[in-house]
């Protein structure tokens, strides 16, 4: 059975830093492109940042410079290290694994940039 599931969410002050994980299970992790996408109340779901197989990564213009995306295929885990956090940034951040048809997603957690 796969599993993508996200951790690390929370309340910060702006200006703050939170580290977003995401574990997988059931799937050969280090084959698959790894995302976290984000979506804010009243918005559509949008793309943060991406890793392939071979650690090539993409941003959002939006958050770059201050987030950045990795994995570790030995732990099946993605990272997203979030910094300089602003209140635009509040959304629930989802982890998405893709490889050929195959999409699995996360359930997503919850950040909110607030003083």
């Known amino acids: 059975q796969v599993q993508v599931a996200e951790s690390g969410g929370g309340l910060v002050q702006p200006g703050g830093s939170l580290r977003l994980s995401c574990a997988s299970s059931?799937?050969?992790?280090?084959?698959?492109?790894m995302g976290w996408y984000r979506q804010a109340p009243g918005k559509q779901r949008e793309l943060v940042a991406t890793?392939?197989?071979?650690?090539?990564?993409s941003y959002a213009d939006s958050v770059k410079g201050r987030f950045t995306i990795s994995r570790d295929n030995a732990k099946k885990t993605v990272s997203l290290q979030m910094n300089s956090l602003k209140p635009e940034d509040t959304a629930v951040y989802y982890c998405?694994?893709?490889?050929?048809?195959?999409?699995?997603w996360g359930q997503g957690t919850q950040v909110t940039v607030s003083s």
């Open positions: 059931g799937i050969s992790f280090s084959f698959y492109g």
């Open positions: 890793i392939t197989s071979s650690r090539s990564t």
């Open positions: 998405r694994a893709t490889l050929e048809n195959r999409d699995h």
